[in-house]
């Protein structure tokens, strides 16, 4: 679980101001709220890439707020997934796992096993710079869920896909949850999503999460 | 009731665009016509009478060497120099941006007798005791690295500027260190780049004459590179053979010209030059 306690976050002239709320373990939390509101702020601070004014950030009951990035342990797909373009499919989907060395045959079994799970088993030797919107979104999911992290931050990861394959990934993400258990916290500004995917909604507004609907 | 104007008929672009293509078809004439000029001058006689002197092989050789080694050395300053402007802020950001750009505005004498004025003072003295550089091999690359860095450091600063943080930023995620991040992935993404400032700065090394000349002298066998070699054959009046090495000096700059166009030096020069 994830546990967000008073963080306040200066960023020039925008502030976010005594952010407090929990995600329980295994949970599917989506946090609303208008462009410009601070949302990829707050996300890009819970895993570490943002410095924070104060407050405090507990995963599994652990302070991360001082950890840099890579000892957090956060799974984080952006906005743009942001693949890893010279490499092929398989090489971003072994990122994380050749970083924390695991063996070979470790690797090539949580490949096989990601990439059953997100259906992007043709995929894995083509160069990762070819592929579309909605493979290239798969392909961030399974780098980001790799390692097997605690928690999964997704930011806005529908925006830029058209309708048949919004609804193909929102199923995907349905399906990654039933099987991993991840606790997630997803941005987006749609309702829609939020419906089809949310045990808990957040609201950020005027520099604040104001709104909790259980 | 409502009156319709007449429909506007604009003036033709064709007298618009000739008068663009002619005054830039100038610039393509002139550089043609001196290509042209040299190829006419000497006949492939001379051209291999010149290229079998000793002292013209001596200088091919002193000048791919040099050129190359100012190329390293200038990739492993402005790989560091453009990655670290590119991503980071510091104080004194924009004051290392402008001093770096300084070689690229100096006149190139000025480069020549500034090193050495360098190499006079004590510091320079105390590094001469373990390497020599005036007057000497290490001097002339020296005097190309330091035209040529400035040229490498604006081409990597451009290329990490047109590459997005966000991947360095998922590799910190995903357990990498900042240094994890950019040898897997930052430097990967900036190949071309790399490629770019590293023929930009093998070409602008192998055109060096000023700073050589003043700071490592003009000796035949010893310090001599191309474009010296140009200058003594024409002071001697021998205009064959510094036609025929000018020439040389051509199809190299071509051969470069041809891969910094295929590694994608038509977007990273927009800045560079």
């Known amino acids: ?214 | 009731m409502s009156t319709s104007s007449p429909p506007h008929r604009p003036r033709a672009d064709w007298p618009f665009l000739c008068g663009m293509g002619l005054l830039a078809g100038t610039y393509v004439v002139l550089i043609v016509g001196m290509i042209w000029a040299d190829l006419t001058f000497t006949t492939p006689h001379f051209l291999a009478k010149a290229l079998a002197s000793p002292d013209i092989q001596f200088s091919i050789r002193l000048s791919l060497m040099t050129c190359t080694a100012s190329t390293v050395l200038s990739l492993l300053v402005a790989i560091p120099a453009g990655y670290l402007m590119s991503r980071f802020s510091f104080p004194g950001k924009k004051l290392a941006d402008a001093i770096m750009d300084i070689p690229i505005v100096l006149p190139p004498l000025v480069i020549g007798l500034s090193l050495l004025i360098l190499f006079q003072m004590p510091v320079g003295k105390a590094i001469e005791r373990f390497i020599p550089f005036t007057y000497a091999v290490p001097g002339v690359i020296l005097a190309q690295f330091a035209v040529a860095c400035a040229f490498a450091v604006r081409t990597m600063l451009v290329t990490f500027d047109q590459i997005s943080p966000r991947g360095e930023q998922v590799a910190m995620t995903l357990g990498c260190n900042r240094a994890g991040a950019f040898w897997r992935v930052a430097l990967p993404e900036a190949r071309r780049g790399v490629l770019t400032a590293a023929t930009l700065a093998w070409a602008r090394s192998l055109g060096e004459f000023g700073p050589i000349l003043v700071f490592a002298g003009a000796t035949r066998m010893r310090t001599e590179v191309l474009p010296t070699t140009v200058f003594l054959e024409l002071s001697v009046g021998n205009i064959e053979a510094a036609v025929a090495v000018s020439l040389l000096m051509i199809v190299f700059a071509l051969a470069v010209l041809t891969m910094a166009r295929a590694f994608g030096l038509r977007t990273s020069r927009e800045r560079v030059l």
């Open chain 1, 1 to 214: 679980m994830i546990r967000v306690e008073n963080l306040c976050i200066k960023q020039g002239a925008f502030s976010l101001q005594d952010i407090s709320f929990s995600i329980p373990p295994g949970s599917y939390a989506v946090l609303m709220g208008r462009t410009g509101s601070g949302k990829t702020t707050l996300i890009e601070s819970l895993c570490g890439l943002r410095a924070v004014h104060s407050g405090r950030i507990l995963l599994d009951g652990r302070d991360v707020t001082g950890e840099p990035p890579a000892g957090r342990n956060i799974g984080y797909v952006p906005q743009d997934a942001a693949i890893f373009s010279t490499m092929t499919v398989r090489q971003n989907l072994e990122f994380a796992l050749s970083v924390r060395r695991w063996t070979r045959e470790r690797i090539g079994a949580r490949v096989r096993e990601l990439s059953a799970l997100l259906g992007i088993g043709a995929l894995l030797d083509q160069p990762a710079r070819r592929l579309s919107g909605g493979e290239a979104q798969r392909v961030a999911l399974g780098r980001a869920l790799a390692f097997h992290p605690p928690l999964l931050l997704l930011d806005e990861p529908l925006s830029a896909l058209d309708d048949d394959t919004r609804a193909a990934t929102i199923t995907l993400l349905q399906s990654v949850r039933e099987h991993t258990g991840v606790t997630t916290l997803h941005i987006t500004h749609n309702h829609e999503d939020a419906e089809r995917l949310a045990d808990l909604v957040f609201i950020l507004s005027n520099g604040q999460v104001t709104k909790e609907i259980p």
